[in-house]
């Protein structure tokens, strides 16, 4: 079974800042199968990058996906206050990582 | 409008039962595979079971296998999950979730998640 493990676990950073979100494989995971999710408080996840890189329809052109084999990337180019939540990344349409809690700085 | 929603969460007993629901509306349910996913207070998040568009496969984390069943009525375009002898454990919000698949010329793997319910709260609790 793979392992994805998220880093860092808790972000801090101030609007307008970039954030680098990182996304590890225990074992090499297509990219085609490796999605990102964003989740806020109360509310159920919503997919914002599948295909490692592909910007899901809605989701704003400041996020931006990359990555092969064990290791992915969600960038946040500029933080905007609405961005702060928790980021999951999953491959396979199974396993999640435990999550990135973007907060604001 | 293109939705899923969840019903049937509350408060249970360990070693009770309860069947979720999801009602799917706005799409052609009998065209996906549909999950189910849960996230215990405060955790992340943790898949529990998927099953095909045709309710022919279906499969489950080993933290429920034996004990959640998963199934789906596309004449009623609903989505469930029987869950029996309950623990503390699975309390939780239960969502679910619509595939999308990715196919080669072989075969198809799940993709990801395109589509999510709003969730329902079992707590599982004397």
């Known amino acids: 079974e793979i392992v994805l493990t998220q880093s860092p676990g808790t972000l801090s950073l101030s609007p307008g800042e970039r954030a680098t979100l990182s996304c590890r494989a225990s074992?090499?995971?297509?990219?085609?199968?490796l999605a990102w999710y964003q989740q806020k408080p109360g509310q159920a996840p919503r997919l914002l990058i599948y295909g490692a890189s592909n910007r899901a329809t809605g989701t704003p052109d400041r996020f931006s996906g990359s990555g092969s084999g064990t290791d992915f990337t969600l960038i946040i180019s500029r933080v905007e206050p609405e961005d702060f939540a928790v980021y999951y990344c999953?491959?396979?349409?199974?396993?999640f990582g435990q999550g990135t809690k973007l907060e604001i700085k | 409008q293109v939705q899923l929603v969840e019903s049937g969460g509350g408060v249970v007993q360990p070693g009770r039962s309860l069947r979720l629901s999801c009602a799917a509306s706005g799409f052609t349910f009998s065209n996906y595979d549909v999950h189910w996913v849960r996230q215990a207070p405060g955790k992340g998040l943790e898949w529990v079971a998927v099953i095909s568009y045709d309710g022919s496969n279906k499969y489950s984390a080993d933290s429920v296998k034996g004990r959640f069943t998963i199934s789906r009525d596309n004449s009623k375009n609903t989505l469930y999950l029987q869950m029996n002898s309950l623990r503390a454990e699975d309390t939780a919000v239960y969502y679910c979730?619509?595939?999308?698949?990715?196919?080669?010329?072989?075969?198809?793997?799940?993709?990801?998640?395109?589509?999510w319910g709003r969730g329902t709260l079992v707590t599982v609790s004397s």
């Open positions: 074992q090499s995971v297509s990219s085609t199968y």
């Open positions: 979730a619509r595939e999308v698949r990715n196919c080669s010329s072989t075969r198809c793997y799940p993709q990801y998640f395109d589509l």
């Open positions: 999953q491959q396979y349409g199974r396993t």
